[in-house]
C-alpha cells in the first residue's frame, strides 16, 4: 500500500484520542442535545426549550459515554458499516434515478412493497451490525445466537420460528384488512 503525505496526520489524530474520545463524545453530545431540544423534556422559558440545561444534561452524557470503553468501542465498530449501509442506499437510489424518465423520484410513494423490503432488510442489516460489534468475553452476541440456532436447531428452534411468522402475518392480515376497510369509505 501506498503511504501518502496524510497518514501520518491520521495516525496523529489516533494517537491523540480524536477518533476514540473526541469524536464519539461531540457525536453523542450532538444527539442528546438534539433530542432534549426537539422533545422539550426538561421543561420551557418563554415558549423555548432550556438550552443551558439540555446542553449540561447532553454534556455530562458524552462525557459518560466517553468513559465506557466498551460504547466507545461498540460505536467505533458500528458507524463505518452503517455508513456504508447508507452509501448502498444512496448508490441504488442514484442507479434507479438514472432509468428514470423526468421529474423527482419519489422511491417511497412509487414503490412500497419495495420500499417496504429494502427498509426491513436495512433494519435486519442494522442489527445485525450491533449484534455483531457487542461482545462478552471476546465473543459477538450475533457469533452466540448463531451458534445456539445451530446447536438447537430442532423442535423448539424451528416451532418458534414457525410460530413467529404465524403470528407476524396474522397481525400484518388484521391491519392490512382495516386499512382496506379505511381506503374503501372514502
Do not use: C
Not at 35 to 52: A, F, M, P, Y
Not at 136 to 145: A, K
Amino acid at each position: 500500500m501506498v503511504k501518502t503525505v496524510l497518514e501520518p496526520a491520521i495516525e496523529f489524530l489516533r494517537a491523540f484520542g480524536f477518533f476514540s474520545i473526541i469524536l464519539p463524545f461531540l457525536l453523542i453530545f450532538t444527539l442528546v442535545f438534539a433530542i432534549l431540544e426537539k422533545t422539550k423534556v426538561l421543561g420551557q422559558e418563554d415558549g423555548k426549550s432550556k438550552k443551558n440545561l439540555n446542553a449540561i444534561i447532553a454534556f455530562v452524557i458524552g462525557l459518560l459515554v466517553v468513559a465506557t470503553a466498551n460504547i466507545v468501542e461498540i460505536i467505533n465498530d458500528t458507524l463505518p458499516k452503517v455508513v456504508l449501509l447508507v452509501v448502498i442506499s444512496i448508490s441504488f437510489l442514484i442507479l434507479i434515478g438514472t432509468f428514470w424518465a423526468s421529474g423527482e423520484l419519489d422511491f417511497r410513494k412509487e414503490h412500497k412493497g419495495w420500499y417496504s423490503f429494502f427498509m426491513i432488510i436495512f433494519f435486519i442489516a442494522i442489527i445485525g451490525i450491533f449484534l455483531q460489534a457487542i461482545k462478552t468475553d471476546g465473543v459477538s452476541v450475533l457469533e452466540i445466537i448463531f451458534d445456539y440456532v445451530v446447536k438447537n436447531f430442532g423442535g423448539a428452534v424451528i416451532g418458534g420460528l414457525i410460530m413467529f411468522i404465524v403470528i407476524i402475518a396474522a397481525i400484518w392480515l388484521v391491519v392490512r384488512g382495516k386499512e382496506e376497510e379505511k381506503g374503501g369509505k372514502k
